[in-house]
């Protein structure tokens, strides 16, 4: 098949460096993802027949180090009557069992939605439908994501658990089973929070607080998207709830949803099963249902985000997930070397190739407010900046380019942001994916910007002259100097 040729618009997103983005066609969730024969697995909805939504397969690549991949050919290809939507997979814990097996949901052109079954016993690159399928059915049309975790009750005996979503009632369904195949329902939580939106994509995560193995959390991860005549022009978003589960019923500490990153690019995130160190890692999809058929990139369509490492801290006498870089992010960093800029120096001009990591410190008792405006070859500015009187960082989108991609995409996006102590930011540009950590992944805010496809210039500034600490990669410099090698 020969790839659309699209004309290129000045806003134009060129492929990231160091992201999983589709050779070509269409990409959005994440599926099944999976850490397996010492591969990263990353299967993900995919068309492979063109850049748009339709055709719900599922694609497949693998990385030794989250940075490099390969794409494989479709894993679970949609069928006649069929498309196969978002689920996981999950690795056996059984002795000499290399088994890997996929719930996902079979989506069926009669209106219904029900979740079925799939084996690899050759790594996860070829695999057979069970002949039972649906395993798991309740006859509705929107019940839908299977994600499955491994659960350890209090006398050791080990089970799996599901958790999907009734998508229209915003409720999440526990489920329970010891051989992946019948499954029994344990409860159900929600709904809660906003209405005029569907829940997608759930997944529901162990963690410890503030790294003490005696205070143990549950956390249920949900992606939300607005539905009806009059859905929110913001478009879809991510959602967690902290709480126990007992085995039986997930309690939330605090009944409502709390957002997971503030912008306007993130969605249908969900862990690795059998990570390392039995790491919580994610990975979402980097881009918005309200515009997603209306990005400017080609042959490709899709990317996902940066992995990131989960963990559940005390912040303000909170409990807050916290998401920080995983891999070669903070090796890259590591190596650099610190700048302190004084203020004279200021402002602070950052030539890059438009695919840059920058770490940047400041207390804002000495600063100020400060200011990152990032500027390319197109007719679009991004501005980031941390407005010390109104006690939040901003992250502004406009621009005729911005505006082109569609009328609700020029946005801005907010974070609570004090001025009480110090502040430190890691900056992520690659080509056309901004993410965005506070203070070691207090906050994060994720979106998609159209500067272009050749350089980036990031300027820093603040309004008293005070040192600023920044550290800067150029990701394009560092990926060739690795093939060359």
Known sequence: MTDPVRPAASGAMPRPLFHLTPHRHWMNDPNGLVHHGGLWH????????????????????????LLHWTEHPVALPYRPGEQMFSGSVVASRLPGDDTLTALFTSAYDDDHQAQSRATSTDGGYTWATDPDNPVL??????????????????????????????????QVLLYSSTDLRAWTHLSTFGPT????????????????????????????????????????????????????????????????????DHGRDLYAGVTFDHAPDGEAILLGWMSNWRYAASVPTAPWRGAMSLPRRLAL???????????????????WLDRATLATVAGDAQPVELVSSGHLLCELRWDPAATGSVRLDLRGDADA???????????????????ADAEAVHPDFPSVS??????????????????????????????TLSNLVPLGTGPVTVTVECDDRGPITVVAVDAAGLLTADRSS
């Open 414 to 443: 907010t974070v609570p942001l004090g001025c009480a102590r110090p502040v430190r930011l890691l900056v992520s540009l690659d080509g056309g994916l901004l993410e965005i950590f506070v203070n070691q992944g207090e906050q």
């Open 137 to 170: 059915d309740r006859g509705t049309r929107a019940f839908r994501d299977p994600k499955v975790v491994p659960y350890v009750d209090a006398d050791g005996d080990a089970r799996w658990l599901l958790v999907a979503v009734e998508a229209d009632d915003r």
């Open 313 to 331: 801290r005390t912040v303000d006498g909170q409990v807050r997930l916290v998401q920080e870089p995983f891999g070669f992010v903070r090796t």
């Open 42 to 65: 990353v299967y993900f909805q995919h068309n492979p027949e063109g850049p748009d939504w339709g055709n719900m397969s599922w694609g497949h690549a693998t990385s030794p180090d």
């Open 193 to 260: 929070g906003t209405d005029g939106v569907v829940w997608e994509c759930p997944d529901l995560v162990r963690l410890p607080v503030d790294d003490d193995p005696d205070d143990q959390r549950w956390v249920l991860l949900l992606s939300t998207n607005p539905v009806g005549a009059d859905a929110d022009p913001e478009g879809s978003s991510m959602s967690y709830v902290v709480g126990r589960f007992d085995g039986r019923e997930f309690t939330p500490d605090v009944d409502r949803l709390t957002r997971l």
């Open 381 to 399: 500015l991004v501005s980031i900046c941390h407005d010390v009187a109104a006690g939040e960082l901003r992250v502004t989108r406009g621009g």
